[in-house]
């Protein structure tokens, strides 16, 4: 062993446990582009229902794969948001199966609503996001994760929103649903590492806008036509 593997053994420095204590994200290094790297060097990009599945159903280990997949924006929204936009304007047809006096011009502007509705809610929450963070979080601020946030999550909602047009009669029941969208959000605000005595806060304001925007936009669409 040579004296400069000597003296970079000895000179190794452990972070001070107080820093990165798991209770305070805003402590982190940014990890970000090194799971990134580390995921496209092995060439591992999860489909993106496979990484909407997993954040479904075991949250925290579905947010650290989306996080590592490298997946992009471009990618999550062609291969998963935008056709389940489409499957919930389909689902809006079902009102034919369901109800009287119903006209395909009235379920048509249905269809074209609620697909609208949660397109502009993406942008909005986008916005939205951008305007409550923190100004000493904006340059560690991870745009494209926050992104594939809001599509994961508005994705689970339009996802209970289909269920709820196919299975109407249930809807008492169905409109729970979007409490697991709440509880699945919960599990990835942490890896916005928001300052820790303020997460609680930004998790209620955006947990607030990604379920009351796209319904709002729909009301409002409603209204004006």
């Known amino acids: 062993m040579s004296i400069d593997d000597n003296e970079n053994i000895y000179n ?3 972070p001070e446990e107080n820093e990165n204590s798991p209770l305070n994200y805003a402590a982190y290094p940014d990890e970000e582009e090194g799971e990134e790297l580390e995921g496209q ?5 999860k489909s993106a ?13 579905g ?11 471009e990618s ?3 291969g998963c948001f935008y056709p389940i936009l489409a499957l919930l304007a389909v689902s ?3 009102e034919f199966f369901y109800y009287v006096n119903v006209s395909l011009a009235e379920v048509l502007t249905q269809a074209v609503i609620s697909f609208v509705a949660f397109f502009l809610g993406y942008f909005c929450i986008m916005m939205l996001i951008s305007w409550v963070i923190p100004k000493e979080m904006k340059e560690k601020y991870n745009d494209k994760f926050a992104k594939n946030f809001t599509i994961i999550s508005l994705s689970t909602l339009a996802l209970f929103s289909i269920i709820t047009n196919f299975l109407p009669m249930i809807w008492p029941i169905l409109i729970f649903l979007p409490l697991w969208t709440l509880y699945l959000m919960y599990k990835g605000i942490r890896f916005f590492h928001f300052p820790v005595d303020k997460e609680m806060k ?5 947990s607030a806008g990604m379920i009351g925007l796209p319904y709002m936009l729909d009301w409002l669409m409603n209204e004006l036509v």
């Open 12 to 14: 190794l420095e452990e």
């Open 63 to 73: 947010w650290k794969t989306l996080r590592r997949s490298g997946i992009t924006p």
């Open 41 to 45: 060097q092995e060439g591992q990009r």
């Open 92 to 94: 809006k047809f079902a």
């Open 76 to 78: 999550l929204q062609g």
């Open 49 to 61: 229902i496979s990484l909407l599945i997993k954040v479904m159903f075991n949250p925290v280990e």
């Open 202 to 206: 930004l998790y209620v304001i955006i």
